[in-house]
């Protein structure tokens, strides 16, 4: 359920709000990033959306017959994270989609980027993207209702990028597994990416898409 779901945390409990930077500021079905503890343990509980645009982004666009590096090695289409800990995304070949924590310096991602790009054909789009993660069991049945693409757990299997029209805005759809829990399965996520100006109609188209995914899941007797 995407939803405020306060009651689960005691009485008198809030849910966590995302900053007032957000490009989600003011839904409050939207939380923060799950990687900032405790607040993102709290938002875990309470939501099944939450911002991770707080990082540095960039666009890097690289000869792929060149030296090759860590980056490099990610074929397109695919997703994986460095050793630093950013997320690559290979979105075309010889293009890479590259997403750095909130906690990650900007500089220092840029630094890196110039690393595996003599040419510095990276492009630093930090305040131009929105980076929303949708997390837990009814990840597909929302990302199925609002994708121009038949979306769903063999098409977009762990690590898999797709990029695709979600309620008409294009977006880049990258699948990340959050880790298990202590003796629990890894929970399934994905990063819901397009450009900051479109942030509150795509969190919102999936939102209104959870009644529909309810109804999904009872059969088409609810309908009579």
């Known amino acids: 359920m995407i939803e405020d779901r306060t009651a689960d945390l005691g009485a008198g409990a809030a849910p ?3 900053s007032s930077s957000s490009p989600f500021a003011g839904l409050g079905w939207v939380g923060p990033s799950l990687f900032d503890a405790p607040v993102g343990a709290r938002a875990r509980a309470q939501r099944a959306m939450a911002d991770e645009s707080a990082g540095p982004k960039l666009v890097v666009e690289a000869d792929v017959f060149g030296p090759l590096g860590d980056w490099f090695a990610i074929a397109p289409g695919w997703s994986g994270r460095l050793p630093s800990g950013l997320l690559v995304a290979s979105v075309l070949p010889g293009r890479w989609l590259v997403i750095g924590q909130a906690s990650d310096d900007r500089a220092r991602v840029l630094d890196e980027a110039a690393r595996v790009d003599p040419d510095r054909r990276a492009i630093d789009v930090s305040e131009a993207r929105f980076v929303l993660r949708v997390f837990g069991p009814q990840t597909f049945q929302l990302l199925g209702a609002c994708c121009a693409l038949d979306v769903g757990p063999r098409r977009l299997e762990p690590d898999r990028v797709l990029t695709t029209l979600v309620a008409g805005a294009r977006c880049t759809l990258v699948r990340e597994d959050l880790p298990a829990g202590p003796g629990g399965p890894e929970t399934t996520s994905v990063l819901v ?20 995914t309810a109804v999904a899941a009872r059969g088409f007797g609810a309908w009579r």
């Not at 795509?202 to 209104?208: D, K, Y």
């Open 16 to 18: 966590e709000p995302v």
């Open 193 to 212: 990416i397009g450009a900051r100006s479109h942030a509150w109609h795509v969190a919102t188209a999936l939102r209104e898409a959870e009644p529909l």
